[in-house]
């Protein structure tokens, strides 16, 4: 199937591992020219070569998309460096490191501490308003774009322990579906990808560490139980399993699919 991506400027955020890095080496292939933010420069940088030697055309980003500022700044620097404005974005980064840097359980929303809210509303929230807002003037003037936003099923049916990081991922949702309505008349299309769990090489420890197996960690296996199709291959989804479809939503295809919530997450939410 032809997507039509050929040299459209996508913006992934958090590109620099995970399932960000899968979106934008798959962009890339599909010949998309891509913007790779992330806040570490390095990791940027990384994806940015990976692309080049497989070449691909990519522009490392850093920039921390919770500062408005910076994310402006980004947008204005691909749009020169590529002599056209981005007509794809990805919302991607969203997890906050410290909740796997620490491990264990995450605590209970009462238990938890104001200031933490502020970082996962900031991240999740304000990161995707900030670039969906530097963007959209630049689709709007074209007529054209897509925005892909990528939420968690914790988004759609809520995760214990997980109350704000749920909330923050629904805010999103709902306000993609407003966008979708105000700018379907400009040709944008705005939809969420809602996600289960990903297993991946930023992942340091746990069961979402790429070693880990339905042998060798317990609670890998508890949790394969809860997924009807990881039950089916005995592991948890990886970046490959989920970035075709952010893919197909961000080309030409997906023109009349607008305004959605689709899961890829081996049908652990069917809603
Ligand atoms: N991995 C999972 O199990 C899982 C499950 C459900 C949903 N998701 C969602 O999928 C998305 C990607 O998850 P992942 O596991 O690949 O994440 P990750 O944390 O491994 O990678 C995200 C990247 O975002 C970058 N980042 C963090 N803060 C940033 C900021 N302020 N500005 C720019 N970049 C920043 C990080 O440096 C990192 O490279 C997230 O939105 C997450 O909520 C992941």
Known sequence: MKLGLESQVALVTGGGQGVGRQI????????????????????????????????????????????????????????KHFDAPVQILVNNAGIIPERREKGGRTPAFVDMPVADWAKIVNLNVYGTFHCCHAVLPGMVAARQGRIVNIISEAGRIG???????SGAKAAIAGFGKALAREHGRHAITVNSVALGAVSHEGIKDGPLHPDATVQNN????????????????????????????????ASARALFVTGQTIGASGGFAML
């Open 218 to 249: 317990e609670l890998l296996a508890k949790m394969v139980r809860a997924y009807p199709v990881a039950k089916g291959v005995g592991r948890l989804s990886k970046p490959e399993d989920v970035a075709g479809l952010v893919v197909f939503l």
């Open 24 to 79: 934008c080496l798959e962009l890339a292939r599909e010949g998309a020219r891509v913007v790779v933010n992330d806040l570490f420069p390095e990791r940027a940088q990384a994806v940015t070569r990976e692309i080049e030697s497989e070449g691909g055309k990519a522009l490392a980003a850093p920039a921390d998309i919770t500062q408005a500022d910076q994310v402006q700044a980004m947008v204005d620097t691909a749009m």
């Open 159 to 165: 995760e214990e322990n997980m109350a704000v990081y």
